[in-house]
């Protein structure tokens, strides 16, 4: 009789990127990295991560979707790079993966799609390769790859202290309800925290404002966006001046408020409620100001199996 041929299985696992509703930091330090003061808040914006078996020690990744050439497909990838680190501390050399990402977070757009994808990677190999890891060994594990990699496995809303991998829940009420800008190219994140520097930023308390968190606690959009606040968006201007048009659209089309994504080079424009987060949304589609317009809401949860 013939053996019946299986598929093999693939483990899906989605994870959203993220919007800093702060981010306060200080100077370079000696390590290259600058000390943060971060909010972060999942929106539901997904890339999603697959993974099936390869033979032992191979690994490799496929990226598909808008900006998918933009993403290396090498050793370099996050993705790739996580699911070696996985394989290396489980110690097991007959691991390895085919890994498959569908990107629709933008790449380099400052809201930690590389970070999402290699969140991704660990858990969808961790699955997959059936092995007794706990949430906080993969989030250890994460923060060697990247310091947005632990929020993107946590996902929600959560402060982020040290270099934004020392994570700690926050409290918030509601759902909000946002409207992403993206750009034309990419911003690296080194190049900004570089103009950072070079600006003399960095002087300021390296604390989340207690107002932030007393708007999210109360669920008051329009405290929220009163307080919303990001070190780097400065810097972000200073290499992409271009990005003051969109900010300033989203205010004079009703945003409640308009702030670059991390380092860049995505807007958020926070609205008041979906209904309004809709209008804002074709409305800005109208000026021609960005690439694409996306509405979004959160907080949402981290890197999630798809079943
Ligand atoms: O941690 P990740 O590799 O995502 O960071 C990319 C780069 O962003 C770092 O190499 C560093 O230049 C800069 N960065 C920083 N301080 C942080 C996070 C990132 O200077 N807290």
Redesign the pocket.
């Known amino acids: 009789m013939a053996s019946p041929v299986t598929e093999p299985e693939a483990i899906r696992v989605r994870v959203a990127g993220k919007v800093n509703l702060a981010l306060r930091?200080g100077p370079?330090r000696p390590d290259?990295?600058?000390?943060?003061a971060t909010v972060f808040q999942a929106v539901s914006l997904f890339d999603e991560v697959e993974a099936t078996w390869a033979e032992p020690g191979r690994f490799t990744v496929k990226v598909m979707g808008e900006q998918a050439a933009q993403v290396p497909t090498g050793d370099e990838n996050l993705a790739v790079r996580a699911a070696r680190l996985l394989a290396a501390a489980a110690a097991k050399p007959s691991l390895g993966a085919e890994l498959v990402i569908r990107k629709s977070i933008p790449v380099a757009g400052g809201m930690a799609g590389?970070?999402a994808d290699a969140a991704g990677a660990l858990l969808a190999c961790a699955v997959l390769w059936d092995l007794d890891v706990s949430p906080d060994e993969l989030r250890t594990l994460g923060a060697q790859l990247?310091?947005?990699v632990p929020f993107c496995l946590a996902g929600g809303t959560a402060l982020g202290t040290g270099?934004?991998d020392q994570l700690a829940p926050v409290l918030s009420r509601g759902s909000y309800h946002w409207v992403l800008a993206f750009s034309d190219g990419e911003l690296s994140?080194?190049a900004v925290?570089g103009k950072f520097d070079e600006l003399g930023l960095g002087a300021g308390r390296l604390e989340a404002p207690p107002e932030l968190l007393n708007a999210l606690v109360s669920g008051d959009v329009a405290a929220l966006g009163r307080t919303l606040v990001n070190d780097l968006e400065p810097a972000a201007l200073a290499l992409r001046p271009e990005l003051g048009q969109v900010l300033e659209a989203g205010r004079d089309l009703g945003a409640v408020a308009s702030i670059v994504s991390g380092s860049g080079p995505t807007v958020a424009f926070l609205a008041a409620n979906e209904s309004d987060a809709v209008d804002l949304s074709v409305k800005l589609s109208g000026e021609s100001v960005c690439r694409a317009v996306k509405r979004v809401s959160g907080p949402v949860p981290g890197a999630r199996l798809v079943v």
């Open positions: 930091s370079r290259g990295y600058h000390s943060l590389g970070s990247g310091a947005d270099r934004g994140t080194p925290f």
